[in-house]
């Protein structure tokens, strides 16, 4: 990568270099092992001008997004998530029976069902086309595009403008920061809303959380980086909440900049922490890739260990996340037989790279392994409750990051 993709700079520095892994998405069905399997740099490099944390665009959204295998509505906190987000928004700006609520990136309609159940009129922006069916047939009106300029000036045309826009966990995911952004400007309304979900690069860094670093992710936010990207496209930043989803993530409330007005308070309290933490300098990265390294070490020598004494570890969860980290740690099916996962779809593939089976979560009581590797560390509080059957046989849950925890669980 030689220039920023958001102010075209070259002054590109290295963060954390994970080596080369396949995209964290592509799981494998049996007839493919024999196969060769594509992989990809996965360098994280931080633009030294503007300072936005980003990787190269070396896949396509349309390679990774066209048929996925992520559907949201399998996680209940997610879920509820979104729940309360709806119900708040309401409340917050306010939406009333005559708004209209865009989401895009909508997945399979786990937040526009409580708009829809609301009797607000709405539309998801979805290109995937499996995940997009799906959400229709629960009710949720739904088009199959990626966003860009073209696209939001069309949905506008035909539905008028939005007063409230809503991208969670997707502003990460388009290399082209600045088409999409001018995008979200052209479907909200010109005083209406715009909300974006997005993991915090403070805490990535801080917790030690590279396993989120994938090729979907083309770039890593800060309040600072991501006030930048929101003004390339006409809307600036009004409020900022931090939030505890995806292990530490930033919902940006904007508006278009004519209508925007003051940030808030809270707005200028992150930027402090960010700036206190060295993220507007490289001092701030310097020491990322050696706590990665520890974290590798960490859990390699759990699993090699256990493996000596004859106990079993198997996994829990099949996400993306997971992938870069069984790629980076070079973790196979002789230190983990396999993972599960509550996604039908994945049951029956194989793991991108390391090509660990992924089962029915019933496989976790029928074995009863000694130790359960929780892959999506994030959802730490509903996992633990959810597996506290490992305690019945005396098993114990296992969390790599942000340092490797092993955990009794209550029956």
């Known amino acids: 990568m030689t220039r920023c993709r958001l102010c075209g700079s070259e002054a590109m520095a290295s963060v954390v270099d ?3 892994t396949p995209p964290c998405e592509s799981f494998l069905a049996a007839d493919q092992l024999d196969q060769p399997e594509p992989a990809y740099p996965l ?74 159940a609301r009797g607000i009129r709405c539309l998801g922006i979805e290109p995937s086309v499996n995940v997009g069916a799906a ?31 809503v991208a ?22 010109d005083d209406g809303w715009v909300s974006i979900e997005v993991q915090h690069l403070l805490t990535l860094i801080e917790e030690n959380q590279y396993d989120t670093i994938y090729h979907e992710h083309f770039q890593y936010y800060t309040v600072a980086s991501a006030m930048r990207a929101l003004a390339s496209g006409g809307l600036a930043l009004v409020d900022v909440e931090l939030l505890p989803t995806h292990g530490g993530s930033i919902r940006l409330w904007a508006r ?13 309290d992150v930027l402090a922490r960010e700036k206190a933490a060295g993220l507007q300098e490289l001092s701030g990265y310097t020491e990322f890739s050696v706590r990665v390294a520890k974290v590798r070490r960490d859990l390699l020598r759990f699993l090699v260990e256990a493996a000596e004494r004859g106990e079993t570890v198997v996994g829990y969860g099949a996400p993306g996340k997971g992938n ?75 969390f790599p990051i942000p340092d490797l925890s ?3 669980v209550a029956s």
Do not use: M
């Open 18 to 20: 994970l080596g080369a």
């Open 324 to 398: 870069t980290l069984l790629n980076h740690c070079g973790i196979r099916p002789d230190l983990l037989p396999y993972t599960v996962d509550r996604n039908p779809y994945k049951h029956g593939r194989f793991t991108p790279g390391t090509r660990i089976p992924i089962l029915p979560p019933e496989q976790i009581a029928a074995d009863k392994p000694d130790y359960v590797l929780v892959l999506p560390w994030n959802l730490r509080a509903e996992l633990v409750e959810q597996l506290s059957f490992v305690h019945d046989w005396g098993g114990r849950l296992v």
């Open 135 to 165: 959400a229709r047939e629960a009710g949720v009106p739904t088009l199959t595009e990626f966003l860009d300029p073209a696209t939001g000036s069309g949905v506008r045309a035909d539905h008028g403008p939005a007063d409230l826009v």
């Open 406 to 408: 092993i955990v009794e």
């Open 168 to 189: 969670n966990n997707v502003y990460a995911h388009i290399p082209d920061v600045v088409g999409f952004t001018r995008g979200l400007r052209a479907l909200v309304a």
């Open 256 to 268: 278009p900049a004519e209508a925007a007005g003051e940030p808030t308070r809270q707005v200028a």
């Open 43 to 116: 360098h994280l490099r931080v633009c030294t001008d503007c300072w936005l944390a980003q990787i190269p665009p070396l896949i396509t959204p349309e390679e990774t997004f066209k048929e996925y295998a992520y559907f949201s509505s399998y996680s209940t906190s997610w879920v509820e998530h979104a729940r309360t987000f709806v119900a708040d928004a309401v409340q917050r700006l306010p939406l009333g029976p005559d708004a209209f609520v865009v989401e895009v990136a909508s997945n399979d309609g786990y937040l526009l069902r409580h708009v829809v």
